[in-house]
């Protein structure tokens, strides 16, 4: 079992940047795979980053060149580093680890709220 706590979000302007943090507990051994899902208000939710276990990564197209993912797999954390900030990335951003295609867990969430 996994767990996982996000932090990091918050209110930016258009233009500026944040850094989300994630840090799993539990059975960080089985994870495979870290990323970052968000959800805006009356829209599904869409995977925006991840990264595997190796380090290779995979973006959404309407944040690629602005958001970059790490993670340090010995401390069990990734991060999102998101810069050139649009309103339209204000959404709950949501941390999640998965082996294979099974998710082993859900963060709380953490809002951003990008101001134009």
């Known amino acids: 079992q996994v767990q996982l706590v996000e932090s990091g979000g918050g209110l930016v302007q258009a233009g500026g940047s944040l850094r989300l943090s994630c840090a799993a507990s539990g059975t960080i051994f089985s994870i495979n795979t870290m990323g970052w899902y968000r959800q805006a208000p009356g829209k599904q939710r869409e995977l925006v980053a991840s990264?595997?276990?190796?380090?290779?990564?995979n973006y959404v197209d309407s944040v690629k060149g602005r958001f970059t993912i790490s993670r340090d797999n010995a401390k069990g954390t990734v991060s999102l580093q998101m810069n050139s900030l649009k309103p339209e990335d204000t959404a709950v951003y949501y941390c999640?680890?998965?082996?294979?295609?099974?998710?082993?867990?859900w963060g709380q969430g953490t809002q951003v709220t990008v101001s134009s």
């Open positions: 999640t680890g998965w082996s294979g295609v099974t998710t082993l867990g």
């Open positions: 990264i595997t276990r190796s380090g290779s990564t």
